[in-house]
Structure formats: structure tokens, C-alpha cells
């Protein structure tokens, strides 16, 4: 029997080399994972010998990456994310984003970001640049309502255009 951490992840079902339409599929099945907020899923989309730059940090390997996302989402609470599609190649993806989280004491947060995505022919992330912003917001400014630890219901917008 499979279990959760030995199935692989939905994203490897999607590999390169990509298309317009398997690059926004790539895009929002990332997204989806990680609005699970569960690193022990979100991992399984990443090659053993992953290499990620998150903002200042730099992270190689799975293990590291898992232990990255639990730490982010111990402080980063009820984070909501969304994505889209920016360009493709082969084998990479370019993502902009943007998610709202709050702190311990109740401070929201909307962070904006860039990411490059590289892929393996097994279709997983062998590397991840991400490039991230906060700014402070009111909780009458967030856009991202959803239940927490859940997909972006298919009828919300997504993200703007430019804000």
C-alpha cells in the first residue's frame, strides 16, 4: 500500500516539455499544493536535490525544503496563495503571485513575488528562485476569502493584473 508520502505528487504527472496549456496546468496545481499548507505534500513535487533561493534563504534538498515550509507556515497563518502563468520553455516555468497571511497577533500581509521554476524530465522542480515582497495591509483590504487549507474556489479571479 502507497501512502501519502511515498505517492507522488499530481504536479510530476505534468512534464516537460511543456506546452501553454500544461505550463497554466503546472501553475495551478502548484498553487493548489501549496494552499494545502501540508509540507509533506508539497515536497513530493520536488527533486531530492532541489536547490531553491527563497528571498534571502538558501535551501537544497527535500528534507531542507520541508523543514522551509513548516517553519514558513508555523508564522505565515491562514496563508492563501495564488498564481499565474508568466512564461514557459521547455523545461521552466516563470510564476508572479501574490498571498495573504497574517502574524501571530492578528497583522495581515500581502506578499507579491516572482518565481523561476526548472524542471527534471520526471517533470520535478529540480529549481526554485523566488523573489518576494510584503506589505502590510487592513483585513478589509484582503482579496483572498477562501476557507484556509484549501484550493482557490475556480471562480475567483485570481490575481490582478498590476496591483
Not at 496546468?25 to 505534500?41: T, Y
Not at 513575488?113 to 523566488?130: I, P, T, V
Request: aromatic letters at 14%; zero cysteines.
Amino acid at each position: 500500500m502507497t501512502t501519502l508520502l511515498e505517492a507522488p505528487s499530481p504536479l510530476t504527472f505534468i512534464k516537460p516539455p511543456f506546452t501553454f496549456e500544461t505550463a497554466v496546468k503546472k501553475v495551478r496545481l502548484a498553487e493548489d499544493a501549496w494552499n494545502s499548507r501540508d509540507p509533506d505534500h508539497v515536497v513530493l513535487a520536488y527533486s531530492e536535490d532541489s536547490v531553491w533561493r527563497n528571498r534571502s534563504e538558501f535551501i537544497t534538498g527535500r528534507e531542507a525544503i520541508r523543514s522551509f515550509l513548516s517553519r514558513k507556515w508555523s508564522r505565515e497563518l491562514d496563508y492563501r496563495l495564488a498564481k499565474a502563468l508568466w512564461a514557459f520553455t521547455d523545461n521552466r516555468i516563470a510564476v508572479r503571485f501574490q498571498y495573504e497571511w497574517h502574524d501571530h497577533i492578528g497583522n495581515w500581509f500581502r506578499s507579491y513575488g516572482n518565481e523561476l521554476w526548472e524542471f527534471d524530465d520526471d517533470g520535478l522542480m529540480r529549481r526554485r528562485e523566488a523573489s518576494i515582497n510584503d506589505v502590510s495591509i487592513l483585513d478589509t483590504e484582503r482579496r483572498f476569502l477562501w476557507p484556509a487549507a484549501g484550493p482557490r474556489p475556480a471562480n475567483h479571479s485570481g490575481i490582478p493584473d498590476v496591483q
